[in-house]
């Protein structure tokens, strides 16, 4: 079998210090499962950026895209860099460039502990977040006039297309199917944003209604979203939303899983096989902690997790997140989860349990090693894969359809 291709890019900050152990997970995987998987390093990032310029060369650009499977990517942004030109061309050159429009954050507490909110448990907080990821405010339109004087104007453009805005919510409604959840949020702000996100209301509309009475479709305003996530954040399992409230909705659902050491994410193109996809953890480079060794490198273990059942692996993803939950509840885990470990002997502390898991499998028992305690779920709703999703093609229109037609074949 082909190895399938890994592009490792560190980044800035604490970014290499976290791919650091993802790789060395990758590493380890590799070994006691026999993963057909190449690991490909890429010195892409801040540091190169002043050495010579380079951001996001198109020769590395295209072969990533002909020969890699995925590509973990740890984080960009550097205060040397105040106008982010290389984050921007690195982050933006996979996730429009490869057109990775669907951005997976699912918002799962691994223990107890780690909720934030009064009365509530690890239980309560499960759901998945569909964020729109290549349009939105982030295409970058926009300009600036009479910049430095009293009269200055500045404008981002919010770019919504019908194709993009309906890939995305039939993404979320797949999900929903294949993880047999019965809801699907969308959040926007239609009773402000009248045209883009009525655009949103009306495709989320149509789209409901080829998904019901399975799966309900339920409209929900951003700024109530985020009341109700925390008032109440069982009642959500798939939110769909564009590019922006994605963003900052994904961080109020990092404080609800214990933070963003915890918060892992994929960029990916629906299903299709032979396509790169883009994994990496929810955080920033956190400029405050790097170079300490103290950053949580979680969210990057649990990233590699997402990653691995995107190849066809779930059962690596579930060992793994075994272990880190197993991690979090003997506080084997960084400060910032309410352990005194560093970044290296934290995610050390998981490679030798996944190893003590391997042993006990070896041996014939051990099975109850592979599910975290926490979280009682099926097989199905516990491993992520977005390889179970169907495609979701675009279907056109179809004229004279009936106000609530039968369930999509
Ligand atoms: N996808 C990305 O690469 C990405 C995402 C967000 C922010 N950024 C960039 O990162 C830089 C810093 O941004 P920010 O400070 O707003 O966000 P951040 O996520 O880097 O940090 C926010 C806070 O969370 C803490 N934190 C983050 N990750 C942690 C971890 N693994 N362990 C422990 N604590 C952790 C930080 O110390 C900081 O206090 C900026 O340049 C920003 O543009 C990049």
Not at 175 to 181: D, I, K, M, T
Not at 232 to 251: A, E, K, M, W, Y
Not at 317 to 335: H, K, L, M, P, S
Request: include cysteine.
């Amino acid at each position: 079998m082909k190895a399938a291709k890994i592009a490792l890019i560190g980044g800035d900050g604490i970014g290499p210090e976290v791919v650091r152990e993802g790789k060395l997970l990758l590493e380890l995987l590799r070994e006691e499962r026999n993963l057909p998987i190449e690991l490909w390093e890429l010195d892409l990032g801040a540091e190169r950026y002043l050495r010579d310029g380079t951001t996001f060369p198109p020769e590395v650009r295209v072969a990533i895209q002909r020969e890699c499977a995925a590509v973990l990517l740890g984080a960009l942004g550097d205060p040397r860099v105040p106008g982010m030109e290389h984050a921007r061309d690195i982050i933006f050159g996979m996730r429009q460039g490869y057109d990775l429009f669907a951005n997976v954050r699912p918002c799962r507490a691994l223990s107890d502990r780690l909720v934030p909110l009064k009365g509530r448990a690890a239980r309560d907080v499960d759901f998945v977040v569909f964020r729109e990821n290549t349009e939105g405010i982030y295409v970058g339109m926009g300009g600036q006039f009479k910049r430095g004087t009293p009269d200055e104007v500045a404008i981002n453009e919010d770019v919504n297309t019908r194709k993009g805005v309906e890939r995305i919510i039939r993404a979320a409604f797949e999900y929903a199917r294949a993880h047999g959840h019965d809801t699907v949020h969308m959040a926007d702000k239609s009773n402000a944003m009248r045209h883009a996100h009525e655009l949103w209301l009306r495709v989320f509309d149509q789209v409901s209604r080829e998904y019901a009475p399975g799966i309900k479709g339920k409209h929900v305003y951003v700024d109530a979203l985020c009341l109700y996530l925390i008032q109440d954040p069982s009642q959500f399992r798939v939110i769909v939303t564009n590019n922006l409230f994605g963003d900052i909705v994904t961080d109020l659902g990092a404080a609800l899983q214990g933070g963003l050491g915890m918060a892992a994410s994929a960029n990916v193109h629906g299903s299709e096989r032979g396509r790169v996809a883009m994994f990496e953890p929810v955080h920033g480079s956190a400029p405050d902690i790097a170079g300490k060794g103290v950053a949580n490198p979680f969210a990057c273990l649990l990233t590699v997790g997402l990653l691995l059942a995107h190849l066809g692996y779930p059962e690596e993803e579930r060992i793994i997140e075994a272990a880190v939950a197993r991690a979090i509840d003997g506080q084997q885990c960084t400060r910032d989860v309410g352990g005194a470990l560093g970044t290296q002997a934290a995610a050390a502390w998981v490679r030798e349990e996944i190893r003590r898991t391997f042993r006990a499998l070896r041996l014939g028992h051990g099975r109850e090693r592979l599910a975290p305690r926490c979280a009682p779920l099926s097989d199905s709703e516990r491993c992520w894969s977005p390889r179970r999703w169907r495609p979701p093609r675009p279907r056109r229109p179809r004229k004279n359809r009936s106000p609530s037609p039968s369930p999509p074949r």
